[in-house]
């Protein structure tokens, strides 16, 4: 899949648009004026958890300067998301379900700087505030994953939709490919990598054997799918 092919991709849910590089700026506040707006940020969802506030801000303590500037940043990127949701939706804006998940997220990042995967940070930690669905598995997958994973699982078609096949493979790995496609009948092939590999671990996506005579057999071609445990993953992740 070619780059522009990755644009376009991730432009139908957004990312195209708002993944931006952080802006050189956040680096530049000084340290008490982190700490000021992390602890303004972050009041109004531990106020009610007294433990669950204090463990927060030693973690954001624990921080290089970098990090606190970017974990600021980001926090506030997401309360303002799941405030505009919120509002939309007729819901609150809450504690997160699960607080250890909510920190360990501010952590990681803390740490991104890629404009795509820090974005989907972002919003990976405002759907903790607003989303009874968001599981905390996800905040163990994200630190994992690349742009290549991202750009291939929004392009991804659910197994409803892919398209007449064979059923599934009786003996394989995952390395027994050498191309994948997203729709039985797709003349574009796209070599398989280590990234469709990872997702398949991640159990977000997985495969089935296209139909029969469509492909020569020596390729090794699979259909690539996206399962419904990738599609929670980027109802999570994205815009």
């Not at 996206?226 to 994205?238: C, E, K, N, P, Y």
């Amino acid at each position: 899949m070619n780059e522009n092919k990755n644009n376009n991709n991730l432009d139908i849910i957004g990312f195209g648009k708002i993944a931006k590089a952080i802006p050189e700026q956040v680096y530049n506040r000084s340290a008490k004026t982190l700490l000021r707006t992390f602890e303004k940020l972050t009041a109004p969802i531990t106020e009610t958890t007294a433990g669950f506030g204090r463990y927060l801000r030693q973690k954001f303590d624990n921080m290089v300067e970098a990090e606190k500037a970017i974990a600021t940043y980001t926090v506030e990127k997401a309360i303002i998301k799941a405030e505009s949701k919120a509002e939309k939706t007729g819901r609150l804006v809450r504690p997160p379900l699960h607080p250890k998940s909510f920190v360990k997220a501010v952590e990681e990042s803390s740490k991104e700087t890629d404009p795509l995967l820090h974005e989907m940070w972002v919003n990976l930690l405002a759907s903790q505030l607003i989303d009874d669905q968001n599981h905390p598995h996800f905040v163990e997958i994200l630190p994992h994953f690349s742009p290549a994973e991202a750009h291939i699982l929004v392009s991804l078609f659910p197994i409803s939709e892919v398209g007449k096949n064979e059923g599934g493979y009786i003996f394989f790995t995952y390395d027994s490919f050498n191309y994948w496609i997203r729709k039985n009948g797709d003349s574009d092939l796209n070599k398989w990598t280590l990234s469709c590999g990872l997702l398949c671990e991640f159990h977000f996506a997985d495969i089935l054997a296209p139909e029969k005579d469509k492909y020569e057999k020596e390729k090794h071609v699979a259909i690539l799918y996206r399962t419904v445990s990738g599609q929670a993953f980027l109802d999570a992740v994205t815009p």
